[in-house]
């Protein structure tokens, strides 16, 4: 069994998930320290699930666990950025690479230590590293085995600090065998003195102050007509040799692209990998003053031939500016592009980014002094420009835009033409010929204190983070000092002192350059660059050192402010681009319409609420606009006569679309929508689009229907027939005619309030027909004969209906004969059969008398019996008299023939017969019969045609199509009900009879259960296609139609042909409670939303989320905020905001963590705490339908 290593003992390996620091989240896994060394043994590097912390580079190494002996293979590792002092508190950027033959990729780990304990703060910079314990190692397999980080030194002097690291260049195959392992250790102390790092030989003087790229490179010219380039070592990288002296300070653009003058009247761009040109740009004399580098890529330089320069990064010239006198000083770039800098005749140049001249100062004239400006200028955030001059004044002036103005001067004793810097609290520096180093009041133009240091000619001093200033001077006899002076003015050392640390070989007019780990450069007339280790970096100030920053651009920083929105096209925002170091940005957000402003954030952080907003930059910085989808109130209502679903009266987003519907009521038609924002104002059904606080209003109109009001015979009723609304009480009255009263009303409806009052009441809801119904009066028939004779009537009866024909036969008795009769109403009087019309009570008596001696009686009769409505001519007539009958017959009686005797002609109704014997003649009468004709209108038929006799009842019948309903009969007889299919007609005339059909209407009526509507009902006609659809309410959802005359459904929105009456009810179901309601959420674009701390996902309607790293998961948010989480994956998970921010998910069904690596190069995977195993995560694993119950 392999020993168990103690935690001292851990050693590095790959793909590392981080410690934890959230156990008291929920119950604490289970961690046996050194256990990943005893399981995996040998695989430890190449496969180990956690580095160990251990041993790399002390008294042991990794070799314990990986075969081999450290430091044996064809790689090395290294370390860079540390500087030999350490300042208490200082953070340094720092790099380790690890080189050699490796399989799998390259690990490392490294702690920084003061005696047996760790000493400082690490901090991961690059991916793929971590911090643990106070160690710094790799977390996943490096392909390229370098990794940045940061090391900030402990706040007080701990002593000497020494690093140890350890790298690994992995083997072949699964196991350790064939690793390789490189160590080192590296000391510093804290800053007492400075300390010589390094110093490199040039073949000339050096005039040229030194540039340090990012990389580390210093760049000087020498007298040796050669730019050189060394590496962070001192070692030589490689050099460029132009046509004369380099005392041009070189410049280093953003790229990289170092640019220098020279002594041969040129400017050269030069490739920093090789030192290859270029290009160059020729001036008409020699270029000693550095260029500029502006923010744009733009050169700006001057020259010894009166011209100043603007070129661009292809050496093209863009313009030239007219000086007038040689120019020496290296210009200075403005925030606001303005170009600095001076003459050699002591005027002072400010030039507008195109080339115009912006204004021009003129320093004074002093006697038995040369006025040229040298001194390269120093500019602060005020817009205060700083320079010295040969006439031995320290100036300030401000730029007013059209002019500058003096804030003050003061006067040394010597010239002044080394360039000022600045310090952290409001103080300038300069030093003079007369020997002295000044702290100005850059406010008042006051000492603040000076102090003698020795001759200074050209060289700039510098100015650390902790405000000590340092500065080169040559105090005589060969003796060149290299001076620190503390923020008071009081001197911290210099290297000519007390056992100094080394010595400089000669003058320096070189300006100093201090990079930001303490190192401070400047080149010498011993022909030599300095490195002096002095612990600090340079200052945070306005303008700490020559030409500001370490590449010598001379131009505040160029810092890229960039904006974007989020959501996407949720707004704009003015105010990105490039602006320098201290410039004030204002960024302004105009919100899309719907949205509103939130506020701006960077890097998940919210910077401000103001809009707009404004800040100095400071870095490069990527800003978001946020904006909020804003809300609006929006209302919906029904005037009077239907319905709308208020449950959509409700905010609702920006955008939204928002089906509404209107229901009328029964006898309403739906008449108009007013509102803005609705699709079509004229449908029922339609769509709101909200785009502020809105509201729906849902008019409706009565529907008219028509009221046809008829009479039956035997009176009449009011002009009530007419178009009436929906819901209409219309007055109707039956009037009877003299004889007749009223019976009773018929209707094709069911609205007649009162159906046997005369005078009543309809309500209109619907087409309706109506009929007032009269019956005849009875009245009494008083009918006697007188003597002689006897009497009878047909009908029988004594009481008859007004209007009636009774008919009235008289038969007189053996010797007597018909004489007539008396009363009112006859037809005919004189007839022995006769009509009486009913009028009124009627008393009617028959004469009769003896027949003479010598006279034949002429008797009349009808066959058949009461077939004649009058026989006229009977009676007692002398012999051979010449008498006129005639016969009538009652309706449906045709005449036919008299029998019984000889008349004059016997087919004829009025004839003569010569009366010469007692006769008895007949009129014969034959019944007729009555063509009925039955027809149908358009949707339906009719049965009942034929051939009837009068008086005949006949039935007829009416039958519908499909779709269709009857409506009423008409024609030229009296039918029993109007309004009946199958009703009946009395047959007394040929007729035409015809039934009217319509098309049949259907009510749909719709019902809601649970929180939704339903849009659709109302009235239709037969085989209309209706639209149901059903709309669920925020937080519902629709699950199924149901209902008479309809198959159940599922979908939302259903078509239908009408063939009946409908009855139908959309039912919803309240929905599960949605992620992005219960956490703080934004929705970025059709149901993604994102969230500060669990990022993106999908909602879906029934509750379950797609999450952008997770795939499909089912939430249930917690009281407290945090998450429990179906997932087809990994089952119950538990998520909070803390532990999700660092990867850290609880797994229900392992009761312990998982880490998530969802940026690996292999794909997402998980690490189990409870395996100490990694496996791929897939997201988009199917979601199985068990799962879906969840």
Same mark, same amino acid.
């Given at each position: 069994?392999?020993?168990?290593?103690?935690?001292?003992?851990?050693?590095?390996?790959?793909?590392?998930?981080?410690?934890?620091?959230?156990?008291?989240?929920?119950?604490?896994p289970?961690?046996?320290?050194?256990?990943?060394?005893l399981?995996?043994?040998?695989?430890?590097?190449g496969?180990?699930?956690?580095?160990?912390?251990?041993?790399?580079?002390?008294?042991?190494n990794?070799?314990?666990?990986?075969?081999?002996?450290?430091?044996?293979?064809?790689?090395?590792?290294s370390?860079?950025?540390?500087?030999?002092?350490?300042?208490?508190?200082?953070?340094?950027?720092?790099?380790?690479?690890?080189?050699?033959?490796?399989?799998?990729?390259?690990?490392?780990?490294?702690?920084?230590?003061?005696?047996?304990?760790?000493?400082?703060?690490?901090?991961?910079v690059?991916?793929?590293?971590?911090?643990?314990?106070?160690?710094?190692?790799?977390?996943?397999?490096s392909?390229?085995?370098t990794?940045?980080?940061q090391?900030?030194?402990?706040?007080?002097?701990e002593?000497?600090?020494?690093?140890?690291?350890?790298?690994?260049?992995t083997?072949?195959?699964t196991?350790?065998?064939?690793?390789?392992?490189?160590?080192?250790?590296q000391?510093?102390?804290?800053?007492?003195?400075p300390?010589?790092?390094?110093?490199?030989?040039?073949?000339?003087?050096?005039y040229?102050s030194?540039?340090?790229a990012?990389?580390?490179?210093?760049?000087?010219?020498?007298?040796?007509?050669?730019?050189?380039?060394?590496n962070?070592?001192?070692t030589?990288?490689?050099?460029?040799?132009a046509?004369?002296?380099?005392?041009?300070? @070189? +410049?280093?653009?953003? #790229?990289?692209?170092?640019? *220098?003058g !020279?002594? &041969?009247?040129?400017v050269? %761009? $030069? =490739?920093? /990998?090789?030192?290859?040109?270029?290009?160059?740009?020729?001036?008409?004399?020699?270029?000693i003053?550095? @260029? +500029?580098?502006?923010? #744009?890529?733009?050169?700006? *330089?001057? !020259?010894? &031939?009166?011209?100043?320069? %603007? $070129? =661009?990064? /292809?050496?093209?010239?863009?313009?030239?500016?007219?000086?007038g006198?040689?120019?020496?000083?290296?210009?200075?770039?403005?925030?606001d592009?303005?170009?600095?800098?001076?003459?050699?005749?002591?005027?002072?140049?400010?030039?507008?980014?195109?080339?115009?001249?912006?204004?021009?100062?003129?320093?004074?004239?002093?006697?038995?002094?040369?006025?040229?400006?040298?001194?390269s200028?120093?500019?602060?955030?005020?817009?205060?420009?700083?320079?010295?001059?040969?006439?031995?004044?320290?100036?300030?002036?401000?730029?007013?835009?059209?002019?500058a103005?003096?804030?003050?001067?003061?006067?040394?004793g010597?010239?002044?033409?080394?360039?000022?810097?600045?310090?952290?609290?409001?103080?300038?520096?300069f030093?003079?010929?007369?020997?002295?180093?000044?702290?100005?009041?850059?406010?008042?133009g006051?000492?603040?204190w000076?102090?003698?240091?020795?001759?200074?000619?050209?060289?700039s001093?510098?100015?650390?983070?902790?405000?000590?200033?340092?500065?080169?001077?040559?105090?005589?006899?060969?003796?060149?000092?290299?001076?620190a002076?503390?923020?008071?003015?009081?001197?911290?050392?210099?290297?000519?002192?007390?056992n100094?640390?080394?010595?400089?070989?000669g003058?320096?007019d070189?300006?100093?350059?201090?990079?930001?780990?303490?190192?401070?450069?400047?080149?010498?007339?011993?022909?030599k660059?300095?490195?002096?280790?002095?612990?600090?970096?340079i200052?945070?100030?306005?303008?700490?050192?020559?030409?500001?920053?370490t590449?010598?651009?001379?131009?505040?920083?160029?810092?890229?402010?960039?904006t974007?929105?989020?959501?996407?096209?949720?707004?704009?925002?003015?105010?990105?681009?490039?602006?320098?170091?201290g410039?004030t940005?204002?960024?302004?957000?105009t919100?899309?319409?719907?949205?509103?402003?939130a506020?701006?954030?960077?890097?998940?952080s919210?910077?401000?609420?103001?809009?707009?907003?404004?800040?100095?930059?400071?870095?490069d910085?990527?800003?978001?606009?946020?904006?909020?989808?804003?809300?609006?109130?929006?209302?919906?209502?029904?005037?009077?006569?239907?319905?709308?679903?208020?449950?959509?009266?409700?905010?609702?987003?920006?955008?939204?679309?928002?089906?509404?519907?209107?229901?009328?009521?029964?006898?309403?038609?739906?008449?108009?929508?007013?509102?803005?924002?609705?699709?079509?104002?004229?449908?029922?059904?339609?769509?709101?689009?909200?785009t502020?606080i809105?509201?729906?209003?849902?008019?409706?109109?009565?529907?008219?229907?028509?009221l046809?009001?008829?009479?039956?015979?035997?009176?009449?009723?009011?002009?009530?027939?007419?178009?009436?609304?929906?819901?209409?009480?219309?007055s109707?009255?039956?009037?009877?005619d003299?004889?007749?009263?009223?019976?009773?009303?018929?209707?094709?409806?069911?609205?007649?309030?009162?159906?046997?009052?005369?005078?009543?009441?309809?309500?209109?809801?619907g087409n309706?027909?109506?009929?007032?119904?009269?019956?005849?009066l009875?009245?009494?028939?008083?009918?006697t004969?007188?003597?002689?004779?006897?009497?009878?009537?047909?009908?029988?009866?004594?009481?008859?209906?007004?209007?009636?024909q009774?008919?009235?036969?008289?038969?007189?008795?053996?010797?007597?004969?018909f004489?007539?009769?008396?009363?009112?109403?006859?037809?005919?009087?004189?007839?022995?059969?006769?009509?009486?019309?009913?009028?009124?009570?009627?008393?009617?008596q028959?004469?009769?008398a003896?027949?003479?001696?010598g006279?034949?009686?002429?008797?009349?009769?009808?066959?058949?019996?009461?077939?004649?409505?009058?026989?006229?001519?009977?009676?007692?007539?002398?012999?051979n008299?010449?008498?006129?009958?005639?016969?009538?017959?009652?309706a449906?009686?045709?005449?036919?023939?008299?029998?019984?005797?000889?008349?004059?002609?016997?087919?004829?109704?009025?004839?003569?017969?010569?009366?010469?014997?007692?006769?008895?003649?007949?009129?014969?009468?034959?019944?007729?019969?009555?063509?009925?004709?039955?027809?149908?209108?358009?949707?339906?038929?009719?049965t009942?045609?034929?051939?009837?006799?009068h008086?005949?009842?006949?039935q007829i019948?009416?039958?519908?199509?499909?779709?269709?309903?009857?409506?009423?009969w008409?024609?030229?007889?009296?039918?029993?009900?109007?309004?009946?299919?199958?009703?009946?007609?009395?047959?007394?005339?040929?007729?035409?009879?015809?039934?009217?059909?319509?098309?049949?209407s259907?009510?749909?009526?719709?019902?809601?259960?649970?929180?939704?509507?339903a849009?659709g009902?109302?009235?239709?006609?037969?085989?209309?296609?209706?639209?149901l659809?059903?709309?669920?309410?925020?937080?519902n959802?629709?699950?199924?139609?149901?209902?008479s005359?309809?198959?159940?459904?599922?979908?939302?929105s259903?078509?239908?042909?009408?063939?009946?009456?409908?009855?139908?009810?959309?039912t919803?179901v309240?929905?599960?409670?949605?992620?992005?309601?219960?956490?703080?959420?934004?929705?970025?674009?059709?149901?993604?939303?994102v969230?500060?701390?669990?990022?993106?996902?999908?909602?879906?309607?029934?509750?379950?989320?797609?999450?952008?790293?997770?795939?499909?998961?089912?939430?249930?948010?917690?009281?407290?905020?945090?998450?429990?989480?179906?997932?087809p994956?990994?089952?119950w998970?538990?998520?909070?905001?803390?532990?999700?921010?660092?990867?850290?998910?609880?797994?229900?069904?392992?009761?312990?963590?998982l880490?998530?690596?969802?940026s690996?190069?292999?794909?997402?995977?998980?690490?189990?705490y409870l395996?100490?195993?990694?496996?791929a995560?897939?997201?988009?694993?199917?979601?199985?339908?068990?799962?879906s119950?969840f």
């Amino acid at each position: 069994m392999r020993e168990v290593l103690p935690k001292t003992h851990f050693c590095p390996s790959f793909d590392n998930p981080p410690r934890f620091r959230f156990m008291h989240l929920m119950p604490a896994p289970r961690i046996i320290p050194g256990l990943v060394c005893l399981v995996l043994g040998g695989a430890l590097w190449g496969n180990s699930s956690g580095p160990p912390d251990g041993q790399h580079g002390e008294a042991q190494n990794c070799t314990s666990c990986h075969s081999g002996t450290a430091n044996s293979g064809d790689g090395a590792i290294s370390l860079t950025g540390l500087p030999s002092r350490y300042v208490p508190g200082q953070t340094y950027n720092l790099s380790i690479a690890v080189s050699g033959t490796q399989d799998r990729g390259y690990g490392f780990q490294l702690i920084a230590k003061a005696g047996s304990s760790a000493s400082g703060t690490l901090g991961a910079v690059s991916a793929g590293m971590s911090i643990s314990n106070g160690y710094a190692e790799q977390s996943t397999p490096s392909s390229t085995g370098t990794w940045d980080f940061q090391w900030t030194a402990p706040s007080t002097d701990e002593g000497p600090v020494t690093f140890y690291a350890s790298g690994l260049a992995t083997g072949g195959g699964t196991g350790t065998g064939g690793d390789q392992v490189y160590t080192l250790s590296q000391s510093l102390v804290a800053p007492t003195d400075p300390v010589l790092e390094w110093n490199a030989s040039t073949g000339g003087v050096v005039y040229s102050s030194p540039a340090v790229a990012t990389d580390g490179t210093v760049y000087v010219g020498s007298n040796d007509n050669k730019l050189h380039a060394f590496n962070p070592d001192g070692t030589t990288k490689w050099t460029f040799t132009a046509g004369n002296w380099i005392d041009s300070t @070189p +410049a280093i653009a953003a #790229d990289g692209t170092v640019y *220098v003058g !020279s002594w &041969d009247n040129k400017v050269y %761009a $030069l =490739n920093p /990998s090789d030192g290859s040109k270029l290009w160059d740009f020729n001036t008409s004399s020699s270029v000693i003053a550095g @260029p +500029a580098v502006g923010s #744009d890529g733009r050169i700006y *330089v001057g !020259s010894k &031939d009166y011209f100043f320069y %603007a $070129l =661009n990064s /292809s050496g093209a010239k863009l313009w030239e500016y007219f000086a007038g006198q040689p120019i020496s000083s290296s210009a200075a770039i403005g925030r606001d592009g303005t170009v600095y800098f001076g003459d050699e005749n002591g005027t002072f140049h400010a030039v507008n980014p195109d080339g115009t001249e912006k204004w021009t100062y003129l320093v004074d004239d002093v006697a038995d002094t040369n006025k040229s400006i040298l001194s390269s200028p120093s500019l602060d955030l005020s817009g205060n420009v700083y320079f010295g001059s040969g006439n031995g004044y320290c100036y300030s002036i401000a730029d007013n835009e059209t002019n500058a103005s003096l804030n003050w001067k003061l006067q040394t004793g010597d010239r002044v033409d080394a360039s000022p810097v600045l310090g952290l609290s409001n103080e300038a520096f300069f030093v003079s010929r007369d020997g002295y180093l000044r702290s100005i009041d850059t406010i008042t133009g006051i000492a603040n204190w000076e102090t003698l240091i020795g001759d200074v000619f050209y060289s700039s001093p510098a100015v650390d983070s902790s405000g000590r200033v340092y500065v080169v001077a040559y105090t005589g006899g060969g003796s060149n000092h290299l001076f620190a002076f503390d923020s008071n003015g009081t001197k911290a050392w210099d290297t000519n002192g007390t056992n100094p640390p080394f010595t400089i070989g000669g003058l320096v007019d070189s300006s100093l350059a201090l990079d930001s780990n303490g190192t401070l450069y400047f080149g010498s007339y011993d022909n030599k660059l300095y490195a002096v280790g002095v612990g600090t970096g340079i200052a945070d100030s306005d303008w700490p050192q020559f030409q500001r920053d370490t590449a010598r651009t001379g131009a505040w920083p160029s810092l890229n402010v960039t904006t974007d929105a989020f959501p996407t096209a949720s707004g704009s925002s003015t105010g990105a681009g490039q602006y320098n170091q201290g410039a004030t940005v204002t960024l302004q957000a105009t919100p899309a319409t719907g949205y509103a402003f939130a506020n701006w954030s960077s890097g998940g952080s919210v910077l401000s609420s103001a809009n707009p907003y404004e800040f100095n930059a400071s870095s490069d910085l990527s800003v978001t606009a946020n904006f909020t989808l804003q809300s609006y109130a929006f209302t919906i209502s029904a005037n009077s006569g239907g319905t709308v679903p208020t449950g959509l009266s409700q905010s609702y987003s920006h955008g939204s679309v928002v089906a509404i519907s209107a229901t009328p009521s029964t006898g309403y038609a739906f008449s108009s929508w007013s509102g803005a924002g609705i699709t079509d104002l004229n449908a029922k059904d339609t769509n709101v689009t909200i785009t502020g606080i809105q509201s729906a209003v849902a008019s409706f109109v009565p529907i008219n229907y028509v009221l046809t009001a008829t009479a039956g015979s035997g009176g009449s009723v009011n002009s009530a027939s007419g178009a009436y609304p929906y819901d209409t009480n219309v007055s109707i009255v039956a009037t009877p005619d003299s004889g007749y009263a009223f019976a009773s009303w018929t209707q094709s409806g069911s609205g007649i309030s009162s159906p046997s009052s005369a005078s009543t009441t309809v309500r209109i809801d619907g087409n309706q027909s109506v009929q007032a119904n009269f019956s005849p009066l009875s009245y009494d028939l008083n009918l006697t004969a007188g003597a002689g004779g006897t009497v009878s009537n047909a009908p029988a009866g004594t009481s008859h209906s007004f209007g009636s024909q009774v008919t009235l036969v008289a038969t007189p008795d053996s010797g007597y004969y018909f004489t007539g009769w008396t009363g009112s109403g006859l037809a005919d009087s004189n007839a022995s059969t006769t009509t009486l019309t009913i009028s009124g009570d009627h008393s009617v008596q028959a004469g009769f008398a003896q027949i003479p001696v010598g006279s034949f009686v002429l008797q009349l009769a009808a066959n058949p019996g009461n077939s004649a409505s009058g026989l006229s001519g009977g009676g007692a007539y002398p012999a051979n008299q010449v008498v006129q009958i005639s016969a009538t017959p009652i309706a449906g009686y045709v005449f036919q023939n008299w029998t019984g005797g000889t008349v004059a002609d016997a087919n004829a109704s009025t004839t003569t017969v010569t009366v010469s014997q007692d006769l008895n003649l007949t009129a014969n009468f034959q019944g007729v019969s009555h063509l009925l004709t039955v027809s149908a209108g358009a949707g339906g038929s009719a049965t009942g045609s034929g051939s009837f006799a009068h008086g005949a009842t006949a039935q007829i019948s009416a039958s519908p199509a499909s779709g269709y309903s009857f409506v009423k009969w008409d024609g030229n007889l009296t039918f029993a009900n109007p309004f009946a299919a199958t009703t009946s007609v009395t047959v007394t005339q040929d007729a035409n009879l015809s039934a009217t059909f319509a098309v049949s209407s259907y009510v749909v009526t719709t019902n809601v259960s649970g929180q939704g509507f339903a849009s659709g009902a109302g009235t239709y006609q037969h085989g209309s296609q209706v639209t149901l659809t059903a709309s669920a309410l925020t937080g519902n959802a629709f699950s199924g139609w149901s209902g008479s005359g309809i198959s159940e459904s599922n979908a939302s929105s259903i078509t239908l042909t009408l063939t009946q009456d409908l009855n139908v009810t959309a039912t919803f179901v309240q929905l599960p409670n949605k992620l992005n309601d219960s956490i703080s959420a934004t929705e970025a674009i059709a149901s993604w939303y994102v969230s500060n701390w669990l990022g993106y996902f999908y909602q879906a309607d029934n509750g379950w989320c797609y999450h952008f790293n997770l795939g499909w998961i089912y939430p249930q948010p917690q009281s407290d905020g945090s998450l429990w989480i179906w997932s087809p994956q990994l089952e119950w998970i538990w998520l909070e905001q803390g532990t999700f921010s660092n990867a850290f998910i609880w797994s229900g069904d392992d009761n312990n963590w998982l880490y998530f690596d969802f940026s690996s190069a292999t794909g997402p995977r998980i690490y189990k705490y409870l395996t100490g195993a990694w496996s791929a995560f897939d997201r988009d694993k199917a979601i199985d339908p068990l799962d879906s119950v969840f």
